[in-house]
Structures are given as structure tokens and as C-alpha cells.
Nanobody, 121 residues
Framework: QVQLVESGGGLVQAGDSLRLSCAAS????????MGWFRQVPGKEREFVAA???????VYSDSAKGRFTISRDNAKNTVYLQMNSLKPADTAVYYC???????????????WGQGTQVTVSS
């Protein structure tokens, strides 16, 4: 059974940093594109960042310059380092694996259960 498990969320103050992790199990994702998305209740899911199997990276405008996506294929894990957090970053953050069409802000086959990030002002 393929699973993506996010961790690292929490309650922080504006300006703080968090590092989210997404640990994959059940298969290797070293040859797959991986992504991070976030969602606020009542709003559509929003693309945050993605990393290709070859290391290419793309960010949303809101993440650019503050967030860093990375992967450790030996650990089958993807990370999202988030710096200079703002209250507007408050959301449930989801990890996604194996893009179906294209890459980046697209559909993915596998999804984690999400981890809550709350940024207080």
C-alpha cells in the first residue's frame, strides 16, 4: 500500500520557520515528480511547489523566495522548508506524488493526509 505521510506542521508566529516532511512508503518515488499543495477550509486547493525526478523545481508566486522544496531519494522523503511565515500561509499542507499529466501544478496520483500549519500574527 502506497502512503505519503506529512509531518512537521504546527503553530508558529509570523516570521518563524517550519520544515515539513513527506515520507513515502509502499514504493519508491525517486523517479516521480512530487509536489506540495495547501488548502484553507472553504477554498480551493492551492499549488505551493513541486520538484521533478531530475531535480527541476517550480514554486507558486506566494512561495517563491520564502519556501524551498527538496527531496532525499535515499529516504524516499520530500521536504518543504518554509521561512518568513505569514498568517496568510495558514492552511493544511498536503504532499502529492506521481504527477499524472505534465508536472508542477497538475494532478497527482498519490496524496498524503495533510498537516496543519497555523501562523499567528
Amino acid at each position: 500500500q502506497v502512503q505519503l505521510v506529512e509531518s512537521g506542521g504546527g503553530l508558529v508566529q509570523a516570521g518563524d520557520s517550519l520544515r515539513l516532511s513527506c515520507a513515502a512508503s509502499g514504493r519508491t518515488f525517486s523517479g516521480d515528480d512530487m509536489g506540495w499543495f495547501r488548502q484553507v477550509p472553504g477554498k480551493e486547493r492551492e499549488f505551493v511547489a513541486a520538484i521533478r525526478w531530475n531535480g527541476a523545481i517550480v514554486y507558486s508566486d506566494s512561495a517563491k523566495g520564502r519556501f524551498t522544496i527538496s527531496r532525499d531519494n535515499a529516504k524516499n522523503t520530500v521536504y518543504l522548508q518554509m521561512n518568513s511565515l505569514k498568517p496568510a500561509d495558514t492552511a493544511v499542507y498536503y504532499c502529492a506524488g506521481h504527477s499524472i499529466t505534465g508536472w508542477g501544478n497538475t494532478q497527482y496520483r498519490y496524496w498524503g493526509q495533510g498537516t496543519q500549519v497555523t501562523v499567528s500574527s
